[in-house]
């Protein structure tokens, strides 16, 4: 007989935090000129940033210990407890589509917004 494969909790979670990225993403179309960050955890919408009204940096404290550095039109994982601190080493998020992720804590930040002009369609590392 063939086994099937059972998903994990992780891989729901994972799939919870990439349609919460698409769905941000679709209510982004059609806005103004605003820069926002949708800060999600655990799947559920935590926090909504404008960028482009952050006069001075300040930190953001999340519920998992997870701690977000805010700067005038960007924003940036400070620290986190996961092992590999990939989402600190992605640096600042300045454009409208740009995304971070801390797996491990499952938070997710998107850029939302409408592109500026002359803004590459994809950026590729």
């Known amino acids: 007989m063939i086994d099937r494969i059972k998903p994990k909790k992780a891989d729901l979670i994972l799939i919870l935090l990439l349609l919460a990225a698409a769905f941000s993403l679709l209510l ?14 655990n799947g559920v919408s935590e926090n909504s940033i404008d960028l482009r009204a952050v006069e001075s940096p300040y930190d953001i404290t999340l519920q998992n210990g997870v701690r977000l550095h805010v700067e005038p039109g960007g924003i940036s994982f400070a620290e986190s407890d996961c092992r590999g601190k990939d989402c600190v080493r992605c640096g600042v998020l300045k454009r409208a589509g740009q ?11 998107l850029l939302t917004g409408k592109p500026q002009k002359g803004a590459p369609d994809a950026v590729s590392y």
């Open 28 to 41: 982004a179309r059609g806005r103004g000129d605003a820069l926002t960050a949708e800060i999600t955890v």
């Open 99 to 109: 995304a971070a992720a801390c797996v491990p804590n499952q938070t997710l930040v």
